[in-house]
Each structure stands twice: as C-alpha cells, then as structure tokens.
C-alpha cells in the first residue's frame, strides 16, 4: 500500500461526507506551474472555502515509539497550509495515517492546531519527533470495515456540506443557468 492509496480512502469518505475532493495529478499540475507546496487534496464545497488537506503516512517499525517526523512536512508544503490558513482564513488539515496495521490508525489534524503544538514542544525544548501516542490528543478517525468513518465531535463534522444528490435536484420553476448542448438539437 502507498500513500495514494490512503489518500484515495480518505477522498471516498469525504465524498461521502458530502464534500468534492480533489487531487489534481502531478503533471497536470507541472503543466500549469502549481507544484510548490501543492496540497494533495483541494476539498470543494458550495457551503463554504475550499479545505486542502496534505497527506502523510507513517510506516510502523519494530521500535518502542512510533513516531512522525514534522520534516517530511516540506518547506513549501508549510508555506502553502499557511497561506490558506492564516492569511485567507481557510480550513487546512494535515492527514496521518499508517499504511498497515491492524487497526489502521489515521488523523485529520487541523493545521493550526498541528503548528500550536510543534510551537509549544519548541518552547518546551522538546525534540521534533512527534510520538504517535501524542497523536490521539487529535479526534482519531475510526477504520470500520475497510473504510474510514469521521467520528462525532471532529472538526470536519464543524464544516457544512450539501450532499451531492441535493445539488442536483431541479428545484421546481428553476431555470436553467447554462447552455444545454443537446437540447438544442
């Protein structure tokens, strides 16, 4: 299992969510000069901003601790959770999960409470590795038969969506707004 692989369950929960996420491909996003810092999830929504989520993954090891290390967070990665977060006051979430393991653990970690801690272990002098068990400080997210459920009193369930199938359905005497290619045949 690979990373894109997590990403792809995490998409299909936020889909179901009622959210549109979205992960442009790397070459499309060359093409266009999008590539620095790019999160690897735009999460649309008519209800509000668009949230960007970057995934993570940790592998388990054979070792006492698990733990994740902040500086496979790139410079420009940061750069780009903090521009949507801080300076366009939007909703960014830095996803870690592990790939393996029985149960898969996973976290969808708002991205400013993710700096709030790595500035508190700082003032605390504390080494930049972030133990897994100080992970579930953060709503875990629940793997329930091959899929990832949003747990209540998670911040993604703070965020409202209208559900897909809502969208579409033609409200009555509504007009439509674009032109219908095949109609006009």
């Known amino acids: 299992?690979?990373?894109?692989?997590?990403?792809?369950?995490?998409?299909?929960?936020?889909?179901?969510?009622?959210?549109?996420?979205?992960?442009p491909p790397d070459d499309i996003a060359k093409r266009i000069g999008f590539v620095s810092g790019r999160p690897d999830m735009f999460v649309l929504n008519p209800q509000c901003k668009t949230v960007i989520v970057e995934m993570k993954t940790f592998e388990p090891k054979a070792r006492i601790e698990e733990w994740f290390d902040p500086a496979e967070i790139s410079d420009a990665q940061r750069?780009?959770?903090?521009?949507?977060?801080?300076?366009?006051?939007?909703?960014?979430?830095?996803?870690?999960?592990?790939?393996?393991?029985?149960?898969r653990r996973m976290w969808m970690v708002p991205w400013n409470e993710w700096?709030?801690?790595?500035?508190?272990?700082?003032?605390?002098g504390l080494k930049f590795?972030?133990?897994?068990?100080?992970?579930?400080?953060?709503?875990?997210?629940?793997?329930?038969?091959?899929?990832?459920?949003?747990?209540?009193?998670?911040?993604?369930?703070?965020?409202?969506?209208t559900y897909h199938e809502l969208?579409?359905?033609?409200?009555?005497?509504?007009?439509?707004?674009?032109?219908?290619f095949e109609e006009s045949k």
């Open 1 to 23: 299992m690979h990373e894109s692989e997590l990403r792809q369950e995490i998409k299909r929960m936020l889909d179901k969510r009622g959210f549109w996420a979205y992960h």
């Open 79 to 103: 750069d780009f959770l903090d521009r949507w977060v801080y300076d366009a006051e939007g909703k960014g979430f830095l996803g870690i999960g592990t790939l393996v393991g029985n149960p």
């Open 115 to 124: 700096v709030e801690m790595e500035v508190r272990l700082a003032t605390e």
């Open 129 to 161: 590795q972030i133990k897994i068990s100080d992970l579930p400080t953060f709503t875990e997210l629940i793997w329930n038969k091959g899929e990832w459920k949003i747990p209540i009193g998670h911040p993604l369930n703070e965020i409202e969506v």
């Open 167 to 180: 969208l579409w359905k033609k409200k009555p005497n509504a007009k439509a707004y674009s032109f219908r």
